[in-house]
């Protein structure tokens, strides 16, 4: 390519991934010459008529020059052979006419005798009368009465527009002269007549050579207009070829090149560089899953004189694209070589329409094989068409009886038909027009199927049987019950002044019951203020008791003495740090109740938080070589309050970590959800008993099990974080199944969400939500 140097197509098929090749053939020599001599060919003939007719011209006119110049020769020594003759004393007399011979050669010649006052003696052959000196014969300017001799044999116009050749040589003694005239007509007669051949035989060739040129002319304008028809033709082509994603092929089997058409190149997305690409570059393209063409060679050889083929061929860009070759071979009338002439047409389309077809049907038959119903479909000519496991069961058929495209017939014949017992339904017209017919039928073993028989719009005609045995069995108890019903509103009219005198009764023991209910809220209101009241004064007789066993224990003043003081102070230490814990659970629990917290939501990372939520327990991760891992993605951030955040993800990191067994794995992910956050906290740990799903977040709950029961815990960290996930406006989920693990999932407002209300104590704290969906099993 002049623009990029690009390489050339080369055989090996690892090289064709950059080949670019130029956009069209390089012309030939030929063809160069060709249109050269288009013009050339014209003007060499317009050259050489023009350098004929030049040459004829000058030869026809040396030929007339010779002649005059012979003649004016002759003359001169005719005048001087006549005076000589004449002699000084003009002894001849009057009489010249031995002078002149009688021969045919000089017709016209005239001889003259003139004096020396220019009066003409004698003339032969004779003058008028009235001509008697040489000027009135040669016209009153003739320069030969002065010149004489000297002048030699001059041409010159007499008076009545002859032409004449004049010669004059004085007598011996100067007694006289003599002049001889030669008219030119009669000299020029043959020359005339040979000019006049010479001029037809140059017109001729002229004609001819003008014939030829004209012939040529217009034959390389034919050729021009043919090219030109060609190339539209060619354009035409290339352009039908192109919009219908063909190429055209012409394999010369015998040479082993291949043409290809300049939209082959383009549906590749190479360009041409030759007009022939050999065998190994072709070959080289295709995908080594589909054969090569040394298998078509082969055919060919055989005499096969068709072929239908589909195969793959890598582009510029080293993607196959998918093609179906169609060639008939057709020998050479010339040479009789064996050319396979086709076209490839790009079928990619209809491979990747193939391929979603096959994904569609297949999807199709795992939908209806999924479906409860047994459901068969008949075309327009009662053959099957697709049915799934119900029908085949319902029907007694094998799969190899239930093949796609047999007949009712033949599918019915080799099933067993249910029996039934008896049947009701009715017989309509559905909104499209087609027959539809829907039927209940009680079969022998007591199940019941209602089925749906309606045609298609195509004439094929679809059946769905479905077992409505429960259906059956409920409507039976409906009935039951509505005579039942009947005999209970009887009843109920029978016992209706009972219910106005309990109706009394009832509002008594509602007043009585709000009296008892405020009594209850104001009880445990005040539980709620005593509790953190409580708490408040246990914890500094508490830190006053983790401080000083923690002095004991590190032996700040010096030794206790025995090693086993030490051990009590860690004891001591732990136990007030264990109750301290609690004290905070419940001091949180008491005000979230109080609905004294207030949060101050705004933009938190999701990675930091998460990160700073799992450093405190990667130490006791390590220890129970518990593999902690986070799934993040970037630029993540929640709408929470960063300390309220901090102990959700705190509480539900410690709780996996502290149930998960040694060598299990703890994930932390986040995901966003439209206008929401999911954080999953996920472990493989002991798990949770399904009986004990409904009673997770109550305060002062946990789930007693075998494992359970050696673990710590107030029994409030699942409270509070559902309490602070509510709080936040979220959810908070939990699906686990026993030995298995568990997934704990927390949705809280994404970033960008506007709220319309502030986030705070103002806002009425519900109480923890029970959870009443089946836990599933999930996979840690």
């Known amino acids: 390519m002049p623009e990029a140097g690009s ?39 317009a050259v050489f008529l023009a350098c004929l007719c030049g040459l004829a011209a000058l030869h026809i006119r040396g030929q007339r020059a010779e002649i005059l110049a012979v003649a004016q020769a002759e003359l001169e020594g005719f005048a001087r052979l006549a005076a000589r003759a004449i002699g000084p004393t003009g002894s001849v007399g009057a009489d010249l ?77 100067g007694t006289g002269q003599v002049a001889v005239l030669q008219p030119v007509e009669p000299l020029l007669r ?56 063909c190429g055209l092929w012409d394999w010369d089997v015998a040479r082993g090149r291949i043409y290809w058409s300049d939209s082959m190149y383009g549906l590749l ?100 094989e999924a479906i409860s119903e047994a459901f068969v479909l008949w075309d327009t000519g009662n053959r099957l068409v697709l049915c799934n496991s119900k029908f085949r069961h319902l029907h007694a058929l094998s799969p190899e009886d239930a093949r796609s495209g047999q007949s009712y017939v033949d599918v019915m014949r080799r099933g067993v038909l249910p029996q039934i017992r008896r049947e009701s339904g009715d017989v309509g017209l559905v909104p499209g027009g087609a027959t539809a017919r829907t039927f209940e039928a009680e079969l022998a073993d007591g199940r ?31 009935q039951a019950s509505e005579r039942e019903l009947i005999e209970t509103v009887k009843d109920l009219k029978r016992s209706r002044r009972t219910l106005e005198l309990q109706t009394q009764q009832l509002a008594d023991l509602a007043e009585r019951y709000l009296d008892q209910k405020a009594v209850a809220e104001a009880a445990n209101q005040a539980k709620s203020e005593f509790l953190a009241n409580m708490s408040h004064e246990l914890r500094t007789p508490l830190n006053a008791i983790i401080g000083f066993a923690d002095v004991m224990e590190n032996a700040v003043l010096g030794p206790l003495g025995t090693p086993r003081y030490t051990e009590y102070c860690r004891d ?54 518990i593999t902690i891992t986070t799934d993040m993605p970037p630029d993540l951030d929640l709408l929470a309050d960063p300390s309220a955040l901090q102990q959700i993800l705190a509480n539900l990191v410690q709780n996996a970590v502290k149930f998960t067994p040694a060598g299990g794995r703890v994930a ?15 472990d493989n740990g002991i798990g949770i008993r399904r009986a004990d799903l409904v009673r997770l977040g109550r305060p002062f709950t946990q789930v007693e099990a075998q494992m359970t029961r050696s673990h710590k ?28 693990g568990t997934i704990v999932l927390v949705r809280l407002p994404a970033a960008n969400l506007d709220r319309p209300d502030p986030i705070g104590a103002e806002r009425t704290l519900a109480a923890p939500r029970r959870d009443r969906r089946t836990a599933t099993t999930v996979a840690a």
């Open 668 to 682: 932390v992910r986040a995901r966003r959800a439209g206008a929401s956050t999911h954080l999953y906290v996920v």
């Open 269 to 368: 997305g190479y360009r041409r560089q030759h007009e022939y690409l050999s065998f190994g570059d072709v070959n080289g393209l295709v995908h080594p899953d589909d054969g090569d063409l040394y298998s078509l060679a082969r055919g060919v050889a055989a005499n096969q004189t068709h072929i239908d083929h589909a195969f793959r061929m890598r582009g510029a860009d080293g993607a196959y694209v998918w093609f179906r070759a169609r060639a008939e071979v057709v020998v050479n009338a010339v040479d009789g070589s064996r050319h396979l002439v086709g076209i490839a047409t790009d079928i990619s389309e209809q491979r990747a329409l193939e391929e979603t077809n096959a994904a569609a049907d297949m999807r199709l038959r795992d939908a209806v």
């Open 448 to 478: 019941w199927l209602q089925i749906s028989e309606r045609r298609t719009k195509d004439g094929g005609y679809v059946s769905v049987g479905t077992d409505i045995t429960s259906l059956k069995r409920h409507q039976e108890q409906l």
């Open 97 to 173: 006419r031995p002078l002149m011979p009688e021969s045919g050669r000089h017709p016209g010649r005239r001889l003259l005798l003139i004096r020396p006052d220019t009066r003409i003696v004698a003339a032969h052959p004779p003058l008028p009368a009235d001509l008697q000196t040489l000027s009135q014969v040669l016209g009153a300017s003739e320069p030969l009465s002065g010149l004489s001799e000297r002048a030699g044999a001059i041409a010159l116009d007499l008076p009545g527009g002859e032409t004449v050749l004049a010669a004059m040589h004085s007598l011996p003694g």
């Open 572 to 625: 001591i230490r732990e136990s007030g740090s264990h109750l301290l814990s609690m004290i905070d659970d419940i001091l949180d629990m008491a005000r979230l109740e109080a609905r004294r917290v207030r949060l101050n939501p705004r933009t938190v990372s999701a990675e930091a938080a998460v990160s700073s939520a799992i450093a405190p327990f990667a130490a006791v991760a390590d220890e129970k070589a």
């Open 190 to 245: 043959g020359w005339t007549a040979r000019t006049r051949d010479q001029i037809v035989l140059i017109a001729a060739a002229a004609i001819v050579i003008v014939g030829v040129g004209l012939a040529y002319g217009l034959q390389t304008r034919q050729a021009a207009r043919a090219d030109r028809a060609r190339e539209t033709i060619r354009g035409r082509l290339e352009t039908a070829l192109r919009r219908g994603a």
């Open 7 to 45: 390489a050339s197509f080369s055989a090996r098929a690892d090289s064709t991934r950059a080949v670019s090749w130029p956009g069209r053939t390089p012309e030939t020599r030929f063809g160069q010459a060709e249109r050269w001599l288009r013009f050339a060919v014209p003007g060499t003939l």
């Open 713 to 740: 815990g107030s029994g409030l960290g699942l409270a509070i974080t559902r309490s602070m996930v509510e709080l936040h406006g979220g959810s908070l989920r939990i699906r686990s199944e026993e030995t298995v």
